[in-house]
């Protein structure tokens, strides 16, 4: 059964003596985790007792002020970050995207980005093949397909990343603020792809400023603030 | 101690795994290298047999034989060069793949096995180029050759070894970057790449003796030049190698889920 479960999770970054010059100026800390120093380092906490649960078929949405912890959250979820305390249980396959780019190798054509990208996820070279074609249609690149990624806008870009990470259906999907870089069509036929992934079951985390965005996609809301849970509640249904 | 160990064989199997994943990587970035260019990758050749060239021209001893010292100098330059573009290229190798590594959930071997593959596919221009200097400036092909061939492969075994340990240095210590990229260009001036120990200059007698690389430089070269096992060197380069290996593991072991937030 796909679930996650997150125990008292909080995370420190330790600034080391020269990236202290780029830590945000404490005076106006509105924003962001809590900045502690000791000795020569610096600490922020990016993540502070963060605790929920979600089980098959939850689609979170997170929401919060710059600098509140989301891209943390979603990098523990994934297992990026190991937390500096609390547990992590986590059921299911995961699949994610931080930066639209990753993985995408601007001399190389969109097809050969998919294959690149499949491998990085672990899809075996039939996964690939199988899948190719589908990924081509859905991002609707048509020609664009076979020429160098660089020559991509950033919308399409996001089409294609979005299409690849979702095409093997992943149990767990976590998705950063990225997937607003595509247009309107783009996002409705996201959206679309999202709810049938939340439908087989599975969980998508997405963060997010679009509230229109959460609203459409998500069933629940966890707000963060200087990393810690604000609230978490079930979303206001869009109207229809 | 067990557990780091675990720690660092999960992900040395986890990268072995995703194999395809680094060779096709490596490839990429062999040819992004040299893209749009007219030669490719055979730069690599060139740039080799320049520097073997210019090295025998001028520093060829007079009146000794000229073959010999080719071929020294080919086999000289060409371990030498591998084993420096790996050292200094390491070092910064996980700020390079930081996107990779603050974005995906890749065993960092996979990192230090790209690496691998490249240097070794880089490595291939040169020992072409290297092949045929010596079949050209005449050490008889011999069965001693084996021995060479045994220790380009010992070379090879340690390579992910010394990437990931500098690899893991140049993340903790940032400053090792450059400390690391002077040594290995003064380092070059204190080996037997190009100077022949003759056993009359004490200073050159002490950094032939003294010098880990001279080993690794002799494993390849000595069964070509005297046709001869160097049992010796091998042993020692043999015994770099399983050190090389146990300080990776325990750093991949100790230290791979504190590189994120290092870089
Ligand atoms: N690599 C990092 N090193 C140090 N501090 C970081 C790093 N990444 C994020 N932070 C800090 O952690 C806090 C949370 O950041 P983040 O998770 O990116 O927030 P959000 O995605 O909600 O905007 C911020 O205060 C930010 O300054
Ligand atoms: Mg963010």
């Keep these: 059964m796909v679930s996650v479960k997150l125990d008292n999770v909080s995370l420190v970054y330790k600034l080391h003596e020269k990236l202290t010059l780029s830590a945000p100026d404490r005076r106006m800390n509105d924003t962001g985790g809590r900045i502690a120093s000791s000795g020569?380092?610096?600490?922020?906490?990016?993540?502070?007792?963060?605790?929920?649960?979600?089980k098959a078929g939850d689609r979170l949405g997170l929401v919060g002020p710059n600098g509140a912890g989301k891209t943390t959250l979603l990098k523990v979820l994934y297992g990026i970050y190991e937390p500096s305390e609390g547990n992590i249980t986590i059921d299911g396959k995961v699949d994610a995207l931080f930066n639209i780019n990753i993985g995408f190798?601007?001399?190389?054509?969109?097809?050969?980005?998919?294959?690149?990208?499949?491998?990085?996820?672990?899809w075996t070279e039939a996964e690939i093949e199988e899948k190719m074609e589908e990924i081509i249609a859905f991002s609707e690149l048509g020609d664009f397909i076979d020429l160098p990624f660089k020559a991509y806008s950033q919308g399409m870009a996001a089409r294609l990343a979005f299409a690849a990470s979702t095409a093997?259906?992943?149990?767990?999907?976590?998705?950063?603020?990225w997937?607003?870089?595509?247009?309107?069509?783009?996002?409705?036929?996201?959206?679309?792809r999202m709810d049938e992934l939340a439908e087989k079951a599975g969980i998508i985390v997405l963060a997010s400023h679009d509230q229109s965005l959460i609203e459409r996609v998500c069933t629940k809301t966890l707000t963060l603030r200087h990393g810690r849970v604000e609230s978490i509640a079930m979303t206001p249904m869009e109207a229809a | 101690m067990i557990s780091t160990l675990n720690g660092a064989l999960d992900d040395i199997f986890g990268a072995m795994k995703l194999r395809r994943v680094w060779i096709a990587l490596a490839h990429e970035d062999i040819g992004d290298q040299h893209r749009r260019t007219t030669l490719g990758p055979l730069w690599l050749l060139v740039n080799y047999l320049a520097f073997v060239g210019t090295f025998v021209f001028v520093f060829q001893p007079a009146?000794?034989?000229?073959?010999?010292?080719?071929?020294?100098?080919?086999?000289?330059?060409?371990?030498?060069?591998?084993l420096m573009e790996v050292i200094t290229v390491s070092v910064s190798l996980f700020k390079r793949e930081q996107s990779f590594i603050e974005g995906?959930?890749?065993?960092?071997f996979v990192y230090v096995m790209r690496l691998t593959v490249q240097s070794a596919i880089r490595a291939g221009y040169a020992i072409a180029g290297?092949?045929?200097?010596?079949?050209?400036?005449?050490?008889?092909?011999?069965?001693?050759?084996?021995?060479?061939?045994?220790?380009?492969?010992?070379?090879?075994?340690?390579?992910?070894?010394?990437?990931?340990i500098f690899a893991f240095t140049g993340a903790f210590f940032p400053d090792s970057e450059f400390i690391v990229g002077n040594l290995m260009r003064v380092g070059m001036f204190f080996t037997p790449v190009f100077w022949v120990n003759n056993g009359q200059d004490p200073i050159q007698t002490y950094a032939y003796n003294w010098n880990p690389f001279t080993s690794f430089l002799e494993v390849v070269r000595?069964?070509?030049?005297?046709?001869?096992?160097?049992?010796?060197?091998?042993?020692?380069t043999g015994a770099f190698t399983v050190a090389a290996w146990v300080i990776a593991l325990m750093l991949l072991g100790r230290y791979r889920r504190q590189v994120v937030f290092m870089i």
């Excluded at chain 2, 000595?222 to 010796?232: K, N, Q, V, Y």
């Design chain 1, 105 to 122: 190798r601007p001399e190389a054509t969109g097809r050969r980005n998919i294959v690149l990208r499949g491998l990085i996820s672990g």
């Design chain 2, 222 to 236: 000595h069964p070509i030049l005297s046709d001869e096992f160097p049992g010796h060197d091998f042993a020692l």
């Design chain 2, 104 to 108: 995906t959930t890749l065993p960092l």
């Design chain 2, 130 to 164: 290297c092949i045929v200097i010596l079949l050209i400036s005449g050490p008889a092909l011999t069965t001693a050759w084996l021995w060479s061939l045994a220790g380009l492969l010992l070379i090879l075994l340690a390579t992910p070894a010394i990437i990931a």
């Design chain 1, 40 to 54: 020569r380092k610096q600490f922020v906490q990016a993540l502070d007792g963060v605790s929920f649960e979600l």
């Design chain 1, 179 to 192: 997937i607003s870089a595509g247009d309107a069509s783009f996002q409705e036929k996201a959206k679309r």
């Design chain 2, 63 to 82: 009146g000794k034989d000229a073959a010999g010292y080719s071929a020294y100098v080919a086999i000289g330059l060409m371990v030498w060069f591998y």
């Design chain 1, 168 to 177: 093997l259906e992943p149990e767990i999907l976590l998705m950063d603020e």
